[in-house]
């Protein structure tokens, strides 16, 4: 494997993690607490390597420019910056509802996870659209 390959793999951890967090959504709701609790750590955990593999890809291959123009450029800015944005809190967030959970403070891991969910999954999720949309459904090239 090479630095090139990586945001193929950022993609699939994303999407892997994705997957975890809706599933650990789908348990808890149907009070299944242990199979919840593994996603939840398997999604912190596929995360967790994300996170290095996109630190390492882009201290080595620097930046991507998204090639088109128009509408198409201005609909991808709005997802990547939002991305970005929300992006910054997972970390956090995800720290602090495993944190919580783990000491089994549930009412206060409840509060933080009304925000983590859906934020870590939109995160999770648009990382994916950035993804297709810088190397598949139109050219990239490096800086």
């Not at 994303?14 to 975890?20: D, E, F, K």
């Not at 398997?42 to 994300?50: D, L, W």
Request: hydrophobic fraction near 55%; charge should be positive; charged fraction near 10%.
């Amino acid at each position: 494997m090479t630095i090139a390959d990586l945001p193929h793999v950022n993609a699939a951890l994303n999407s892997i993690s994705a997957i975890l967090i809706v599933l650990g959504y789908v348990f808890i709701r149907r009070k299944r607490v242990s199979a919840h609790r593994a996603c939840m750590i398997g999604a912190t955990i596929v995360s967790a390597f994300f996170l290095t593999s996109y630190l390492v890809y882009h201290y080595s291959a620097g930046h991507t420019r998204f090639a088109q123009t128009g509408v198409v450029k201005i609909v991808y800015l709005l997802i990547l910056f939002s991305h970005i944005a929300l992006a910054v809190a997972v970390p956090v967030l995800v720290a602090l509802a495993l944190y919580r959970a783990l000491r089994n403070e549930i009412e206060r891991h409840r509060k933080i996870v009304k925000w983590a969910f859906p934020i870590w999954l939109y995160v999770s999720v648009t990382g994916v659209l950035v993804y297709l949309m810088l190397y598949h459904l139109y050219p990239a090239r490096a800086v």
